[in-house]
């Protein structure tokens, strides 16, 4: 029974991604079932689960672990989730995506999310990327009409299909040196060796950075956000700019700074020069972007580039500041991406920057959230970016990475310029661009209410979640 526990959060998706199938497969000519609905269900149970298991430290069949990492990371997760499917409902329907594939997709590819926060073998952790990637490939071209999706949706797969080939080489490698895909035998063998590591053991770590460097969107490894994010559909973009970043990082997380964390002074280096250049290319070329889908796609780069600043740093301050990076980077990017969706009509995508020209005209509610998640992704107090950002920033200078630090204050001052600009034209801009969707469903508006209470809530009381985070980093490393 302990095995079971330790994955029921996980059962409990996967189930409800089942039965969502099934449903759709069976529902009565004319009649719609609530399949929505029926993923707010599972997601909440999810997240009541993993709550329930709260300082269990549970393991499962060997491999998984229910340990206070994981269930945070699930909490997040199911967030997301929870968050798109509120903003799906008139979506779906208007963009004519079939919904039970749509639906099942995406739980399908938090289960693959949720197993790789909690996965402890290296195999297992490329099971789960598979599980989400696949997953996050058809949603991107789940559009059949649209000629952008698909070809969005093959570059995706083709590159992905790469980086996967380099993680798994990776894997080989680790199993070649250690014998075991173990994440715990692993730290232990490199430990030994930690004085003169072999040319295999350095292949390795090489080879499983670039898989990872792939889905964190790293520089030089970017080149299929912008054109990924601009092809899917909104809120599939919002999904995966999230979902895929959290969870990518979670196993990232586990994986070199337990297993790997031994040679941390031969990755260090190498890290931080990607965190430089993912920083700065993010920033500067988002700065030039006249699409708003391309514009946060480079953001999400960006914001990448900061979650390596923690990574790198590797103190209890950056490991928790990570996870409560991506909770509220999360909660405020897929927000943003769904108010986009709800703005959108048939006719027009609503994604160019102009278009957001005399939106508070027009729709005053939807531009002052819209403001909030903008001064939230640009680091503004009193939002959760500011919290979160500070204290990435804060544990490089604790570990005397002064230069990433300030690479990272300056880089976070420019993209203030793109956020704004968004914001000065919703205001300042007499000119109405284009009228925005008419009706804006009760679900979304809950969805985009939950959002900015909790944006403000984690920039303005953050302590209780910045606690909860540190809990979840003490003995996972």
């Not at 709550?51 to 393991?59: A, E, H, K, P, S």
């Not at 698909?150 to 992905?160: D, M, N, P, Q, T």
């Not at 003169?196 to 970017?222: D, R, W, Y």
């Not at 994604?351 to 005399?358: I, Q």
Request: hydrophobic share 55%; glycine share 10%; aromatic share 12%.
């Amino acid at each position: 029974m302990t095995d079971l526990q330790a994955i029921m959060p996980i059962l409990i998706v996967t189930l409800t991604a089942i039965v969502t199938m099934v449903a759709e497969s069976f529902q009565p000519k004319g009649e719609k079932v609530p399949l929505g609905g029926l993923g707010l269900i599972g997601l909440t149970g999810a997240a009541i689960a993993s709550m329930l298991l709260w300082g269990r430290d549970l393991t499962g069949f060997g491999v998984m672990r229910a340990d206070n990492f994981a269930l945070f990371l699930n909490v997040t997760l199911c967030a997301i989730g929870l968050l798109t499917i509120l903003f799906s409902s008139s979506v779906v329907e208007r963009e004519r995506i079939p919904a039970g594939e749509y639906f099942t997709l995406m739980l399908f590819g938090i289960v693959g999310m949720m197993l790789m926060a909690g996965a402890s073998d290296l195999l297992v952790i490329f099971l789960a990327l598979e599980v989400m990637s696949l997953s996050v490939y058809v949603l991107t071209g789940i559009r059949r009409n649209s000629e952008a999706g698909a070809e969005a949706s093959f570059k995706y797969f083709i590159l992905g299909a790469f980086s996967s080939a380099f993680f798994l080489y990776g894997v080989a490698f680790t199993y070649g040196v250690v014998g075991s895909t173990r994440l715990e035998q692993v730290a232990a063998t490199l430990a030994s060796q930690v004085s003169a590591p072999s040319v295999m053991v350095i292949l390795a770590l090489a080879l499983l950075l670039v898989g990872f460097a792939f889905k964190i969107s790293a520089v030089p490894f970017h080149m299929w956000t912008p054109d990924a994010y601009e092809g899917a559909p909104t809120l599939v973009t919002g999904f995966m700019s999230t979902g895929v970043k959290a969870a990518a990082f979670a196993a990232f997380i586990r994986v070199f700074l337990s297993a790997f964390e031994p040679m941390h002074a031969e990755w260090a280096p190498i890290v931080s020069a990607l965190a430089v250049a993912t920083m700065v290319l993010g920033t500067t070329v988002g700065v030039a972007q006249s699409n708003v889908k391309r514009m946060l796609a480079y953001s999400s780069i960006a914001h990448g580039g900061y979650l390596l600043v923690g990574l790198i740093a590797a103190n209890s301050v950056g490991k928790a500041g990570m996870l409560f990076y991506l909770a509220s980077y999360g909660i405020t990017n897929v927000a943003a991406f769904g108010l986009m969706a709800l703005l959108s009509t048939e006719d027009h995508p609503h994604d160019n920057v102009r278009d957001f020209a005399g939106l508070w005209h027009r729709r005053p509610g939807m531009a002052a959230v819209m403001t909030i998640f903008l001064l939230s992704l640009g680091g503004l107090p009193p939002t959760a970016g500011f919290v979160a950002k500070w204290y990435v920033f804060a544990a490089a200078v604790q570990e005397g990475y002064y230069a990433l630090a300030i690479i990272g204050v300056l880089t976070s001052v420019i993209s203030v310029y793109f956020y704004l600009r968004i914001v000065v034209l919703m205001y300042m801009s007499d000119e109405v661009a284009v009228d925005p969707a008419p009706v804006v469903p009760r679900g979304a508006v809950a969805g985009l209410a939950i959002a900015t209470l909790a944006i403000f809530y984690l920039g303005v009381v953050p302590t209780r979640v910045i606690n909860l985070a540190v809990q979840s980093v003490q003995g996972l490393f």
